[in-house]
């Protein structure tokens, strides 16, 4: 007798009370299994990056260090 068999029968055996219970148990396993499907899915393939690939990509404002107007009331 397979285990799928032998689950169906110990399901009929069973009040419905177990039944639910098993229902619960069985929804929570397959969740857990797509979950664990999903985060084993193999990544792209990065190369890593050189430095300097992103020059002239990034820049900051000249008044990056100045004082916030934001914060002003803190500063005094």
Excluded: C, N
């Excluded at 032998?6 to 399901?11: F, M, N, T």
């Excluded at 397959?30 to 990034?58: N, Y």
């Amino acid at each position: 007798m397979t285990p799928k068999e032998e689950l169906i029968q110990a399901i009929e055996r069973s009040p419905d009370g177990i039944v639910q219970e098993l229902l619960g148990v069985l929804k929570a396993l397959q969740a857990q299994q797509v979950t664990t499907e999903i985060a084993t899915e193999p990544l792209q393939k990065r190369h890593p990056a050189k430095a300097g690939s992103a020059k002239g990509r990034v820049w900051i404002s000249d008044d990056f260090d100045e004082p916030l107007e934001d914060f002003k009331e803190y500063m005094e």
